[in-house]
């Protein structure tokens, strides 16, 4: 009965897998309704900023745009960076990272990104996005191996001996486990990394205007 209870789990760990897979990288709608009008809410209001942004930028009125840019992201922001954001390539996308990384930015001349609060650096020069993607398939590929090799130990052993430990499918569920964790921390560190490194395209404009 454990056995067939820790087979269980290996292939619920495996679909789990998958799914980590498609609700990172497949940029579908999100699995909870309230996220999801979570979402749109801080899109339309960004939205709005943008025309602001776009009014202060033909006129020079700006006491809406910066009256609206701290209600937004909050009495510490600067709002030429704001300004900066929404005059760069993919504005929404720039927009939305420095809304969810406000508070680790630190702005003296130049952008640097504050990671906790005695270590301060300046953003990333290259987005490493690419390297954690296919880090994170090869994690769901192992979970898929390990899956299958689960299967294939219930009639087999292997006999090899720095093999051994795929006969015990206790093992072979805390692998997967470890592997969905591990996948799990690579995205939310993916989202970080790409963030400050959309912040940190805003350097060149922003730093000019100093």
């Not at 760990?13 to 940029?27: E, F, M, P, R, T």
């Not at 296919?134 to 130990?153: D, W």
Request: charged share 20%.
């Amino acid at each position: 009965m454990l056995e067939l209870s820790i087979l269980f789990l290996i292939y619920v760990g495996v679909a789990l897998s998958i799914y980590q897979l498609y609700d990172i990288y497949c940029n579908q709608s999100q699995s909870i309704e309230e996220e999801d009008e979570k979402t749109h809410a801080r899109r339309q209001v960004l939205k709005s900023l943008a025309l602001k942004a776009d009014e202060h930028a033909r006129t020079g009125e700006s006491s809406g745009f910066i009256q609206a840019v701290k209600a937004i992201y909050g009495p510490d922001i600067d709002p030429r960076m704001v300004l900066t954001a929404f005059s760069a390539e993919k504005p929404q996308d720039k927009a939305e990272a420095l809304l969810r990384r406000k508070n680790n930015i630190v702005v003296n001349g130049r952008i640097k990104i504050l990671h906790l609060s005695f270590w301060k650096t300046n953003p990333p020069a290259v987005d490493i996005r690419g390297t954690l993607l296919t880090v994170i398939i090869f994690n769901s590929l192992a979970v898929l191996f390990l899956g299958g090799l689960s299967v294939y130990t219930i009639a087999y052993e292997v006999s090899i001996d720095y093999l051994t430990w795929a006969n015990s499918s206790l093992v072979l569920m805390l692998l997967v486990y470890s592997l969905i964790v591990l996948t799990h921390l690579l995205a939310k560190f993916d989202m970080y990394m790409h963030d400050i490194h959309q912040i940190g395209q805003l350097n060149a404009s922003f730093s000019s205007q100093e």
